[in-house]
Structure formats: C-alpha cells, structure tokens
C-alpha cells in the first residue's frame, strides 16, 4: 500500500525558514514524478513545486520562486521542500503527492496524496 507521510511542519515568524520532508514506502519511486502542494483556508489547492524523477526537471508556482527549493533523495524515497524567507501568505496546509503506476509524465499526473503538515507563519 502506497503511503506519503509529510512532516516537518510548524510555527515560523515571517522571515524565517522550515524544511518539509515527506517519506515515501509501499513501493520504490525512484521512477515517480513527485510534488509539494498547499491549500489555505478558504481557498483552493494550488501547486507548490514539482520534480521529475531525476531531479533533472524542477517546476514552482511564481509566489515561491527563489524562496523554496524542492528537492529528493531516491534512496531514501523522500522528497524534500525548502522552504525560505517564509510570509504569511504562506500559511496553508501542504501535502505531497506521487504519480500511480504510470510515471514518466511531465508534469506529473498525481494520483497519491499525503495527509499534509500545516505551516504557520506568523507577521
């Protein structure tokens, strides 16, 4: 069974940074599109930053441009999402994603999704 768990989440004055990780098992994905999204109250999910399997191709929303960096590990099944410079408009819940047994798309077409962490950030 595929599962995405999210962590590293928080409470952040703006300005500063966190680093959200999530940890991939229930098969390798090293061939696996992967993708960090976010939903704020009362608004819809957007995408965050997204990254091919090779790390070759990177893709951010322009409101994160320069500020984040998504990243990932194969080995360890885990896709990263560095989070810096942080505003309060960043406030949201974010969750990562995964392609199913099909991959190899761009952009990546998700049909797996972790619970989220919530980022807080405070003015």
């Known amino acids: 069974q595929v599962q995405l768990v999210e962590s590293g989440g928080g409470l952040v004055q703006a300005g500063g940074s966190l680093r959200l990780s999530c940890a991939a098992s229930g098969r390798t994905f090293s061939r696996n599109g992967m993708g960090w999204f976010r939903q704020a109250p009362g608004k819809e999910r957007e995408i965050v930053a997204q990254?091919?399997?090779?790390?070759?191709?990177?893709q951010y929303v322009d409101s994160v441009k320069g500020r984040f960096t998504i990243s990932r590990d194969n080995a360890k099944n885990t896709v990263y999402l560095q989070m810096n410079s942080l505003k309060p408009e960043d406030t949201a819940v974010y969750y990562c994603?995964?392609?199913?047994?099909?991959?190899?798309?761009?952009?990546?077409?998700?049909?797996?999704w972790g619970q989220g962490t919530q980022v807080t950030v405070s003015s």
């Open positions: 994603a995964t392609e199913g047994m099909i991959t190899g798309h761009w952009p990546p077409r998700y049909e797996y």
């Open positions: 990254i091919n399997w090779s790390g070759s191709l990177r």
